[in-house]
C-alpha cells in the first residue's frame, strides 16, 4: 500500500502554508495528512523523543509542541482549549505508559484520530498508534461507552440484495465497467475506477453462501472472520488478503463484513447511518460517510469440526435498520475508560509508503 506524494510531503505542505493547528483543514484535501501518513511521521519523528520527569499535564504539553514542530505548524504560546486539541487534522494526543486510555467528558467520535504514545520507565517515546474513533470502541471492557449499537437478524437463511442501489453520494462516482482487482490490496482507499456497485458485490458473494470450511475452533470468533474475509478478497479478485481490524473491513470497497452465528449484530459504538465523514481522500469529487459504507452481513452455523455459511444480506450503512431490527439504548458517563490490548502498539509501519 502506498500513499503518494510522501509523507514527507505533507510537513512540507504545512510549514509553506502558514497554517495553525486550529486551522481547519478539509478531508482529502492537500493539506490533510491520511491516518497511515499521519502515524508513519509521529512513529519516524517521536520514536527516541525524552519527555522529562515532570506532572502529566506538562508531559502533554511538551509532547504537542514536539508534533506541531514535526509536522510543520508553529508552536503556540499557549494551547486553546478546542476539541480536539488539534483542530485542524482532527487529532488529541495521548501519552500513555499504561494500558488504562481515559476519554474524558466527551463521546467518543467515529472520525477523530486518536495519537496514542507509548514512554517507556524512563519517558523515552518508543511507539506511536494513530487509530479512529471506530478503532477504539471494541476496547471498552466497562460496559460504559456512551453508545452501543446491536441489530437483529430476522432470517439467517435469507440471501438478499437487500438495498439495490448505493447511496445517491457514492452512486455518481460509481463507473459502469470498474476495472481489475489483481494488482490492489483490499486496505487501499477506494477509487472510484475499481469501485465495485453494491449489486456487483452481492453478485459475487452471494456464491459463498452453501459453502463448509473447516471451523477453527469454537472459540475463535476472530479466526472465523478472518478466514471469511479471505473468502471475500479471493472471489472478489484481490491477489492477495489483508486486513488491518479497521473499519471497513475491505477499505478499498467501502465493505464491511459480519459474520453471525447468534441473531444479535455488534455494530460497536457507532452507528452505520452515522453522517460522519470518513478519513479517507476523496473519491472523485465526492467524500465518502459512513453510512455509505455496504455491509455484507453473512449467517452461518457451526457444528463440530465445520462451519457453513447459511444467508447473506448486504445493504448500505444508510439503510441498514430497514434490513435489521435496532435495538438497545443510550447510556451517558462522564468518563470512557479504555483498555487496551497488549499487542496494540506492535503494528510495523514499514512499507506503508514506498
Given amino acids: 500500500m502506498s ?40 512513529q519516524t519523528e517521536m520514536q527516541g523523543y525524552q519527555l522529562a520527569a515532570v ?5 502533554s504539553k511538551l509532547a504537542k509542541q514536539r ?54 520507565s524512563n519517558g523515552v517515546i518508543q511507539r506511536v498508534r494513530v487509530v479512529s474513533g471506530t478503532d477504539l470502541a471494541p476496547f471498552d471492557r466497562t460496559g460504559k461507552l456512551t453508545r452501543k449499537y446491536q441489530a437483529r437478524v430476522l432470517d439467517p437463511e435469507i440471501t438478499l440484495l437487500a438495498t439495490k442501489k448505493d447511496t445517491p453520494n457514492l452512486a455518481k462516482e460509481l463507473v459502469d465497467k470498474p476495472g481489475s482487482l489483481k494488482s490492489k490490496s483490499p486496505l487501499d482507499f477506494p477509487e472510484s475506477k475499481t469501485l465495485r456497485p453494491i449489486a456487483d458485490l452481492f453478485a459475487k458473494l452471494a456464491p459463498i453462501v452453501g459453502t463448509t470450511h473447516r471451523n477453527p475452533g469454537i472459540l475463535q470468533e476472530r479466526n472465523r472472520g478472518e478466514l471469511l474475509h479471505r473468502l471475500v478478497a479471493d472471489v472478489l479478485g484481490y491477489r492477495n488478503h489483508a486486513d488491518n481490524g479497521k ?30 465523514l470518513l478519513e479517507f481522500p476523496a473519491i472523485g469529487s465526492t467524500h465518502a460517510e459512513h453510512r455509505d459504507v455496504r455491509y455484507a452481513v453473512f449467517c452461518g452455523t457451526i457444528k463440530d469440526a465445520e462451519m457453513t455459511i447459511t444467508g447473506l ?42
Fill in 3 to 42: 500513499f503518494l506524494p510522501p509523507a514527507r510531503e505533507y510537513v512540507r505542505r504545512i510549514a509553506a502554508s502558514g497554517l495553525s493547528i486550529y486551522d481547519p483543514i478539509e478531508i482529502g484535501s492537500d493539506l490533510w495528512i491520511p491516518a497511515d501518513a499521519l502515524e508513519l511521521i509521529l
Fill in 55 to 59: 506532572p502529566i499535564r506538562t508531559r
Fill in 67 to 120: 508534533v506541531c514542530a514535526v509536522l510543520g505548524y508553529p508552536i503556540p504560546k499557549s494551547f486553546s482549549r478546542v476539541k480536539p486539541r488539534f483542530f485542524g487534522q482532527n487529532f488529541d494526543i495521548y501519552v500513555q505508559a499504561a494500558d488504562n486510555l481515559q476519554v474524558h467528558n466527551e463521546e467518543l467520535s467515529p472520525s477523530r484520530r486518536y495519537v496514542i504514545m507509548r514512554p517507556d
Fill in 247 to 276: 473499519f471497513p473491513d475491505l477499505r478499498h470497497q467501502l465493505l464491511e463484513i459480519k459474520f453471525q452465528t447468534s441473531p444479535t449484530i455488534d455494530l460497536g459504538a457507532f452507528s452505520p447511518d452515522c453522517e460522519e
Fill in 313 to 354: 444480506s448486504m445493504v448500505t450503512g444508510r439503510e441498514f435498520f430497514s434490513v435489521f431490527k435496532k435495538f438497545g439504548g443510550l447510556v451517558l458517563n462522564q468518563k470512557i475508560q479504555l483498555v487496551l490490548p497488549r499487542n496494540f502498539f506492535d503494528r510495523n509501519t514499514e512499507g506503508l509508503f514506498d
